[in-house]
């Protein structure tokens, strides 16, 4: 069997995704064996070695995305609903659209959103694809592996969908139409043999994914689920404490809370994680810490809708596992993981600077800088997101584990005159000129471009499907 090494010199900087004094190593070089992390110092080439030279570059682990709706990337900046909160947004936007994806539109928006993410320096990505309704002509979950495939990207396919809906069956176009347990569940058998790999590095994996547990499954159902899910050795994952008509729905029908009723279907847990939770109160805090149940936040789609910020200091506090999701691009038309690093370290501050009081009324303390560090943001967007998705292979830049690693050149305008360019994607946004994106040490982004795509062909596509789109609605 023949040894494949790269060693990758001369890096200004390395962030690793470790807690506390780990979060930075020296470097300069990392040396990757067999797409394996094999030793990061000062090494000297060896024999037959490819070596990329990282000078001016800044190491990252690669980001992992743990929430997304690839489909959506099609119904950017939607006028109908750029200004609509949750609710009304939903019909204005996804589900006004969803009918009219067919197989080759869905292609598209899954090939242009993963695109977009793997040019961000992410390598895994968690899509929570609802599109699943009787009689589909088109098998949306093989469509995505395909893709992700292609482009050489982990991906972890959360099967959505729904049991019930919100008015009677008869009065909804068939694309809204819900499926039954027993097809879900039939469905989830397919996927779970087809595809999913309970390696700890796997670059496949199927989860659990009732789109949403207090509108689109019975409560006995999704009992059912989370023990179909655990017998399978799978996780779950779905929407919770979005807005308040979480809240509101969740009081008016169980007389709990949102994460209550999540706790009383058997789905909380290390084995699961929810997007958003921004609306939540002290007594939930506690139980998704107590039983080790993660979030993906979504600072960016949260923001565009309206929703708020989640709570994600005192979550990770009570030991809530953190990690980062875009969300979908109808509700985020930046839906890339350095733009959803900027936000969530921006408005973990902004929340807790709207906690402070002056000292007259009591307050202790002046702003909320303190509430996130770049390093915090980091972990939570890399190795925060590996342990979300149970990928034990991906813990950071660090010997023994994949070579899952993002090679910026901060070359812009933006990030000149930084004081500590390990900093800068964080802190100034953007999109920084991508070195190299490496998947498992193989390079899938060499040089700020991606082999076998051409963009400019690819923005002819979604220019001429966007018309087509909008001529049928």
């Given at each position: ?49 490819r ?26 900046g ?125 670059m ?67 084995d ?14 506690r ?21 708020g ?6 979550l ?58 770049v ?75 991606i ?10 596509q ?12």
């Open positions: 069997m023949t040894t494949s090494s790269l060693l990758i010199t001369n890096t200004t900087a390395i962030m690793t995704g470790l807690p506390g004094a780990a979060a930075r190593h020296a470097g300069p070089d990392i040396r990757v064996v067999d797409g394996v992390i094999a030793a990061i110092g000062k090494l000297l080439p060896q024999p037959g070695e070596v990329l030279d990282g000078s001016d570059c800044i190491a990252y682990p690669a980001w992992v995305n743990t929430h997304h709706h690839l489909f959506q990337s099609m119904l950017k939607d006028p109908g609903g750029i200004n609509a909160s949750l609710t009304p947004w939903l019909a204005t936007a996804p589900y006004k659209y969803r009918g009219s994806f067919d197989e080759r539109l869905f292609r598209l928006a899954a090939r242009i959103g993963l695109v977009e993410l793997m040019r961000s320096g992410c390598a895994t990505v968690a899509d929570h694809n609802y599109l699943y309704y009787p009689g589909m002509l088109f098998d949306s979950s093989a469509i995505l592996f395909e893709e992700a495939e292609a482009l050489g990207l982990r991906f972890v396919l959360c099967r959505g969908g729904a049991t019930q809906a919100r008015q009677p069956e008869a009065q909804l176009p068939n694309a809204m139409r819900p499926e039954t347990l027993d097809r879900y569940l039939s469905d989830m058998t397919r996927l779970i043999g087809r595809y999913h790999d309970p390696a700890p590095a796997a496949r994996r199927v989860v659990m994914a009732p789109t949403t547990p207090l509108f689109s499954v019975a409560p006995q159902e999704l009992k059912a689920m989370a023990a179909f899910a655990r017998a399978a050795g799978i996780r779950l994952h779905s929407h919770l404490s979005e807005t308040v008509s979480y809240q509101e729905s969740a009081q008016a029908k169980y007389r709990c809370s949102p994460v209550e009723f999540a706790a009383r279907q058997d789905w909380l847990g290390p699961v994680w929810f997007a958003h939770l921004v609306k939540l109160d002290a007594e939930e805090i139980l998704l810490g107590q039983t080790g149940t993660g979030i993906a936040h979504c600072p960016q789609s949260n923001g565009r809708l309206g929703s910020i989640a709570p994600i200091r005192e990770e506090l009570a030991g809530v596992p953190i990690s980062i999701g875009v969300d979908g691009a109808a509700s985020n038309e930046a839906a890339d993981m350095v733009s959803e690093a900027h936000a969530a370290w921006l408005t973990q501050r902004a929340r807790r600077g709207e906690q402070a009081l002056p000292a007259y009324a009591g307050g202790t303390f002046e702003g909320g800088a303190d509430a996130a560090t390093e915090d943001v980091v972990r939570w967007g890399t190795t925060g997101g590996a342990k979300v998705l149970g990928l034990a292979g991906l813990d950071g830049v660090q010997v023994g584990q994949q070579a899952d690693i993002a090679l910026y050149r901060l070359d812009d305008p933006r990030y000149f005159g930084l004081h500590d360019p390990a900093l800068g994607p964080v802190v100034a946004g953007g999109r920084p000129y991508l070195k190299c994106l490496l998947v498992g040490g193989r390079a899938v982004v060499e040089d700020d471009r082999p076998g795509v051409d963009l400019v062909e690819l923005g002819r979604a220019r001429t499907a966007v018309r087509a789109l909008l001529a049928a609605n």
